[in-house]
């Protein structure tokens, strides 16, 4: 798939084939977009989530993040639909060491079997480290063929460096994703996802009491933060899914890939393979399908 054939099929009115990669309990954004790309079949066919590592302050390890992250996707499932029939896979327990060998894990072998059994392109949507995905394309390099990677990872081309929380504790798999040539779309963090921002009113206003899923992504913003006064919070996550299903609110790019370093900075090279970078997003459309889908559940 070319960039301008990976533009295309965004744009498209097709339904996409999509797996989500997900470090759910990392922070309060992921929940919004499993959430919202469950409630999205006339974008989005959510073949099936992955959970994957993360480590800070909520998880005492790689793995630990994963189960935790496990555990919050079936919470989320259960609460948009409890009959919800969508298959989930534990993922990496450990970031990648080398870019040599994959980190074996039910989500990688989902993704390889998923892809390699699809006529139809499959869009691998990250929004985590993406251990799982580049341990895929590692194990069978085949799946850069027959797929897309949609990731919220690393930040704007301008930023002075690029150690954005998805990427830098994730490098070895970030250099494989970047590397592979597999039809990708980079969402950057700082300089551009950092648009995507509401405040607990706004929260409060659109979703609260509208049902049980709203109230608990409602309380879990308002419960992050110990800051009250003209606090806002970025929603990070809903922005990958969004680019599948407002694509309109995204100003996409293709540029060279660049080249990742260990030290967390971008490289650049014209004659490097090109992909489809976000420059710029707006907001408000964004925002708007986001609460209409999560209030009318």
């Not at 959430?35 to 079949?41: D, F, H, K, V």
């Not at 989530?49 to 993360?54: E, G, I, L, S, T």
């Not at 970031?95 to 894990?105: G, H, L, N, Q, R």
């Not at 009113?201 to 409602?218: I, M």
Request: hydrophobic share 40%; net charge negative.
């Amino acid at each position: 798939m070319t960039v301008e054939e990976l533009r295309g099929h965004i744009a498209g009115k097709k339904i996409k084939n999509m797996i989500l990669d997900t470090d759910t309990y990392n922070e309060v954004d992921d929940q919004f977009a499993l959430a919202y790309a469950m409630l999205s079949p006339e974008s989005v066919r959510l073949l099936s989530v992955n959970a994957a590592p993360f480590l800070n302050n909520r998880s005492s390890s790689p793995e630990d993040g994963m189960e935790k992250s496990y555990a919050e996707i079936l919470k989320i499932m259960k609460l948009v639909s409890p009959s919800a029939d969508i298959p989930v896979y534990r993922g990496s327990k450990f970031f990648m060491t080398s870019k040599a060998i994959p980190v074996e894990s039910e989500a990688c072998d989902n993704i390889v079997n998923t892809v390699m059994n699809s006529d139809e392109p499959v869009f691998i949507v990250a929004i985590g480290a993406i251990t799982n995905v580049a341990s895929a394309i590692v194990k069978c390099p085949e799946i850069t063929k027959r797929a897309a990677v949609v990731w919220l990872g690393g930040n704007a081309i301008h930023a002075p460096h690029t150690r954005e929380f998805n990427m830098y504790q994730d490098v070895f798999a970030s250099q494989i994703v970047l590397d592979s040539g597999i039809p990708l779309v980079q969402i950057p963090c700082e300089g551009v996802c950092t648009e995507f921002a509401t405040t607990v009113p706004e929260l409060e206003y659109y979703l609260r009491g509208k049902n049980s899923l709203c109230d608990y992504l409602v309380d879990i913003v308002s419960e992050y933060s110990s800051e009250s006064f003209a606090w806002s919070k970025i929603i990070w996550d809903v922005t990958a899914v969004g680019t599948l299903t407002v694509p309109g609110a995204f100003s996409f790019t293709a540029i060279p890939t660049p080249i990742l370093t260990r030290e967390g900075l971008y490289a650049f090279d014209s004659a490097r393979h090109p992909y489809v970078y976000v420059r710029k997003l707006f907001r408000d459309p964004l925002f708007a399908d986001l609460f209409k889908k999560l209030s009318s559940l």
